[in-house]
Nanobody
Framework: VQLQASGGGLVQAGGSLRLSCAAS????????MDWFRQGPGKEREFVAA????????YYADFVKGRFTISRDNAKNTVYLQMDSLKPEDTAVYYC??????????????WGQGTLVTVSS
């Protein structure tokens, strides 16, 4: 079972990136999925979550209105569209599979991270 995050890179402030988290080994269509990030010298923090059906989404206050989480269960993939990026968004971004179909904060699987660097 593996969660593979991708899509990170270097972007200028104000730019956009779309991260993907592809699952393999089993389907995660019945799991809520989350994105976290860990900036340099900082602790890991919650970014966004989406329920199994995609009908419910949750965002940290610092990304509301800028980031959008979505999923394609047919592709076993979750996305994080990041717009209006700021230098403080620089971090390694991780995806995680919640134990439930709704956001509970208990995770069974974590992906490796993808680095996002936002230059000023």
């Amino acid at each position: 079972v593996q969660l593979q995050a991708s899509g990170g890179g270097l972007v200028q402030a104000g730019g956009s990136l779309r991260l993907s988290c592809a699952a393999s080994g089993r389907t995660f269509s019945s799991n809520a999925m989350d994105w976290f990030r860990q900036g340099p010298g900082k602790e890991r923090e919650f970014v966004a979550a989406i329920s199994w059906s995609g009908s419910n989404t949750y965002y940290a206050d610092f990304v509301k209105g800028r980031f959008t989480i979505s999923r394609d269960n047919a592709k076993n993939t979750v996305y994080l569209q990041m717009d209006s990026l700021k230098p403080e968004d620089t971090a390694v971004y991780y995806c995680a599979a919640d134990r439930s179909g709704v956001h509970t904060g208990v995770y069974d699987h974590w992906g490796q991270g993808t680095l996002v660097t936002v230059s000023s």
